[in-house]
């Protein structure tokens, strides 16, 4: 099995995206011929879309980015396909990275510290003191974590069109040349 075949073992099928439960509500719209062409602007939009919707959004990855691949006419299996960017492997040092990369672009240090005045108005409600140090861990994290997960998100969306988008002129290109000699 080639590597062509390999790859096209990975797209879902139109039936698999008709049949699957959170896109049941495009129905009529996943029928427009247009999202299963296999160009240049549509695969490269749709992987941009499937890159940035599975960087940005830890939940329901696929569904958001097939809704956005219709509404932007871009290839429905290569959003859907490309979302596969987060996986078990990556997750853990892409979402360290955005971390870093909030508190950089922030410019303020990951608090070591917390509010202890909070601290023991959460631990009078009833939560335990674990508890509360937990959610105060990921409370501070929260707002640079989503700073650098949209940076990253749009970036590497916006460079995976670029790419997809000169590379496949770039394969045009040759092909056409090579059949122009002879």
Known sequence: MGLRDRLRALVPTRAQIHDNRWLRWLGPLLRRPRLW???RRGVALGVALGIFFGLLIPVAQIPLSVGAAVVLRANVPAAAVSTLVTNPLTFGP???AAFKLGHWVT???PKAEHDEKSADELHAAGL???EVRLWQRMTSVGKPLLLGLAIIATLMGVLSYALIALTWHA???FKRRKRRLP
């Open 94 to 96: 892409l979402y360290y």
């Open 171 to 173: 394969w045009t290109w």
């Open 107 to 109: 410019g303020s240090p």
């Open 37 to 39: 062409r296999w160009s």
């Open 128 to 130: 335990p003191k674990e």
